[in-house]
């Protein structure tokens, strides 16, 4: 159950007007009243008796026993309650209390005997409009403060006595959602989604990895969109609005959206927040190109995944706001066949990263610049070490993502818990797309390694994670794990210490596959390929990788 209170209003006929039209695009079917301040008031939509004009003189009559120059111009009340996706079809007279239940919780008839005049008024199966006088029969204007979150609360009841589905209840720190004039614009036009939203993940991928005033403008522009900078006497930008050139006004303009009004974050102050000490040269992973940015990019999500379980809450707050960036790097950069999927999950975490804990900016500085390593090492192919990367940094995404979660839930930041865990399962779903390949090849060169050679990575195992191990050699990734092991020993690691570092400092027996986890912290840790070189010695002109040891 979702209320949206809208700008306050001049007209009380041209509100009436809307919601008894056929809507702006033919939306509106049977309009009708279902509830009212008395119940008595006319319904211009089923009684042929009344008018539309009967409505509005019976609303505004507070109104006009006000001396003229005392009437508030913006006298009209307007808000809007939606069912979510997925529920029953309310009836008439479920709606008329839902009505009821919100205009008292506003404060706009708290049922004193004297509140405000208002109407409640159903054109579609899934919502209803309020509309109300703001003028008390008593004359006083209403105590209608805050009515916006008074709203959510008592919807967050109505929910519960209606076993209607739960909304997680917000903190004011999420973006706009798109108007229903939007919404019916966007599908006139035949487009999936409102100006407001594609301008949205279009600045925010713009965002993603910048350094610079000059490189987030450049950006905006290669984007393709139309952008306005707010110039101060000094020459200063105070702001900017951003526009899709195809998304015109009646009068054939372009619809201008400041960067507040995307999101909280993409304000021009609250980009400069990013800026600061931002590296303006490239690092050695963004010149080694994608396999080895992905890689740095891993190691900074494992720091980030060990602080966000034990930090403080500033530094937390602002890892997790920095994720949300290395996200839109990803996707921004990745192998085309898990584009989809982790564009998904970086706009679904975009809710996940803001919430009223105060980030301490500096403790980002790694992910941020993880996030500038992925940008401009450019897009990564889907195959060999820059797709088996690919696959390391994604587990550890989705490993960051559940640590988010988890945290958010601790400070009950309901919105916020619920994008990460959805972004998380789009990483999971990212992750076996981009993980198929690379694994299969490990695992083949596990199961070719000697059967003694098996049977000692098995009691490492066992030494390692005792409660686990029958768990890990029962899963189908087993081999490529004892592959991943005869491989750093090879090259003089010791396998007991390294397991013993992937395993001590975060709990595994929440992943799909402990063995696929290990698999890329022991290969990131011993600084092996992520994707076994699969091609003959003399073709690559160095010796072949030795995993069997010498007797």
Same mark, same amino acid.
């Given at each position: 159950?979702?209320?949206?209170?809208?700008?306050?209003?001049?007209?009380?006929?041209?509100?009436?007007?809307?919601?008894?039209?056929?809507?702006?695009?033919?939306?509106?079917?049977?309009?009708?009243?279902?509830?009212?301040?008395?119940?008595?008031?006319?319904?211009?939509?089923?009684? @042929? /008796?009344?008018?539309?004009?009967? %409505?509005?003189?019976?609303?505004?009559?507070?109104?006009?026993?006000?001396?003229?120059?005392?009437?508030?111009?913006?006298?009209?009340?307007?808000?809007?309650?939606?069912?979510?996706?997925?529920?029953?079809?309310?009836?008439?007279?479920?709606?008329?209390?839902?009505?009821?239940?919100?205009?008292? =919780?506003?404060?706009?008839?708290?049922?004193?005997?004297?509140?405000?005049?208002?109407?409640?008024?159903?054109?579609?199966?899934?919502?209803?409009?309020?509309?109300?006088?703001?003028?008390?029969?008593?004359?006083?204007?209403?105590?209608?403060?805050?009515?916006?979150?008074?709203?959510?609360?008592?919807?967050?009841?109505?929910?519960?006595?209606?076993?209607?589905?739960?909304?997680?209840?917000?903190?004011?720190?999420?973006?706009?959602?798109?108007?229903?004039?939007?919404?019916?614009?966007?599908?006139?036009?035949?487009?999936?989604?409102? =100006?407001?939203?594609?301008?949205?993940?279009?600045?925010?991928?713009?965002?993603?990895?910048?350094?610079?005033?000059?490189?987030?403008?450049?950006?905006?522009?290669?984007?393709? %969109?139309?952008?306005?900078?707010?110039?101060?006497?000094? /020459?200063?930008?105070? #702001?900017?609005?951003?526009?899709?050139?195809?998304?015109?006004?009646?009068?054939?303009?372009?619809?201008?959206?400041?960067?507040?009004?995307?999101?909280?974050?993409?304000?021009?102050?609250?980009?400069?927040?990013?800026?600061?000490?931002?590296?303006?040269?490239?690092?050695?992973?963004?010149?080694?190109?994608?396999?080895?940015?992905?890689?740095?990019?891993?190691?900074?999500?494992?720091?980030?995944?060990?602080?966000?379980?034990?930090?403080?809450?500033?530094?937390?707050? +602002?890892?997790?706001? =920095?994720?949300?960036?290395?996200?839109?790097?990803?996707?921004?950069?990745?192998?085309?066949?898990?584009?989809?999927?982790?564009?998904?999950?970086?706009?679904?975490?975009?809710?996940?990263?803001?919430?009223?804990?105060?980030?301490?900016?500096?403790?980002?500085?790694?992910?941020?610049?993880?996030?500038?390593?992925?940008?401009?090492? /450019?897009?990564?192919?889907?195959?060999?070490?820059?797709?088996?990367?690919?696959?390391?940094?994604?587990?550890?995404?989705?490993?960051?993502?559940?640590?988010?979660?988890?945290?958010?839930?601790?400070?009950?930041? +309901?919105?916020?818990?619920?994008?990460?865990?959805?972004?998380?399962?789009?990483?999971?779903?990212?992750?076996?797309?981009?993980?198929?390949?690379?694994?299969?090849?490990?695992?083949?060169?596990?199961?070719?390694?000697?059967?003694?050679?098996?049977?000692?990575?098995?009691? %490492?195992?066992?030494?390692?994670?005792?409660?686990?191990?029958?768990?890990?050699?029962?899963? @189908?990734?087993?081999?490529?794990?004892?592959?991943?092991?005869?491989?750093?020993?090879?090259?003089?690691?010791?396998?007991?210490?390294?397991?013993?570092? +992937?395993?001590?400092?975060?709990?595994?027996?929440?992943?799909?596959?402990?063995?696929?986890?290990?698999?890329?912290?022991?290969?990131?840790?011993?600084?092996?390929?992520? +994707? @076994?070189?699969?091609?003959?010695?003399?073709?690559? #002109?160095?010796?072949?990788?030795?995993?069997?040891?010498?007797?």
């Amino acid at each position: 159950m979702i209320p949206t209170i809208h700008k306050q209003g001049t007209s009380t006929a041209g509100l009436i007007a809307y919601l008894y039209g056929a809507g702006r695009s033919e939306e509106h079917v049977d309009p009708h009243l279902v509830a009212s301040f008395d119940g008595l008031a006319p319904d211009p939509g089923r009684d @042929p /008796g009344a008018t539309e004009e009967d %409505l509005q003189q019976v609303l505004d009559e507070p109104l006009r026993l006000l001396p003229a120059d005392t009437r508030p111009d913006k006298h009209v009340w307007h808000a809007s309650v939606r069912a979510a996706p997925g529920d029953r079809t309310l009836t008439d007279a479920e709606w008329a209390d839902i009505a009821r239940r919100v205009i008292a =919780a506003t404060g706009i008839d708290p049922g004193d005997g004297a509140g405000c005049r208002w109407a409640a008024i159903r054109h579609a199966d899934d919502h209803i409009h309020l509309i109300a006088t703001l003028v008390r029969e008593d004359g006083r204007k209403p105590d209608h403060h805050r009515s916006g979150q008074r709203a959510q609360n008592e919807c967050r009841r109505i929910e519960a006595d209606y076993d209607l589905y739960r909304v997680a209840p917000g903190d004011g720190t999420a973006a706009k959602r798109p108007t229903s004039a939007e919404r019916h614009k966007a599908q006139r036009q035949g487009r999936d989604r409102t =100006a407001r939203e594609e301008l949205r993940e279009t600045v925010r991928r713009a965002a993603a990895g910048t350094g610079s005033e000059t490189e987030f403008f450049d950006r905006l522009a290669s984007a393709g %969109l139309l952008v306005r900078r707010r110039i101060a006497p000094s /020459g200063d930008t105070l #702001g900017y609005t951003v526009a899709l050139p195809e998304d015109r006004n009646k009068d054939g303009a372009p619809v201008h959206y400041s960067g507040s009004k995307l999101a909280p974050d993409l304000s021009l102050p609250r980009l400069r927040e990013r800026w600061t000490d931002a590296p303006d040269q490239p690092t050695a992973a963004q010149a080694s190109g994608p396999a080895s940015a992905r890689r740095r990019a891993t190691g900074a999500l494992w720091q980030a995944v060990l602080l966000i379980d034990h930090g403080d809450d500033g530094p937390v707050a +602002a890892q997790i706001a =920095a994720v949300g960036e290395v996200l839109d790097a990803l996707a921004k950069t990745s192998a085309i066949h898990t584009r989809h999927q982790l564009s998904q999950a970086a706009a679904a975490f975009e809710r996940a990263a803001r919430s009223h804990v105060r980030a301490e900016r500096g403790h980002d500085r790694a992910l941020r610049q993880a996030a500038r390593d992925l940008v401009h090492s /450019g897009p990564a192919l889907g195959r060999g070490e820059e797709s088996a990367t690919g696959a390391m940094l994604i587990d550890m995404a989705f490993f960051l993502a559940t640590a988010a979660a988890a945290w958010h839930a601790k400070k009950n930041h +309901a919105q916020q818990a619920v994008a990460a865990l959805q972004a998380a399962e789009h990483l999971r779903a990212a992750y076996r797309t981009a993980a198929a390949q690379p694994m299969a090849v490990l695992q083949q060169q596990g199961q070719r390694l000697a059967p003694h050679v098996q049977q000692r990575q098995a009691r %490492l195992v066992h030494q390692a994670l005792p409660e686990l191990a029958e768990r890990v050699l029962a899963e @189908p990734g087993w081999p490529a794990l004892a592959a991943t092991l005869a491989d750093a020993e090879s090259i003089g690691h010791d396998p007991t210490a390294l397991l013993a570092e +992937a395993t001590r400092r975060r709990e595994l027996d929440t992943a799909t596959s402990i063995s696929d986890v290990l698999v890329w912290r022991l290969r990131r840790g011993a600084h092996l390929p992520a +994707a @076994p070189d699969t091609r003959p010695p003399e073709a690559t #002109g160095a010796p072949r990788l030795r995993l069997r040891p010498r007797n």
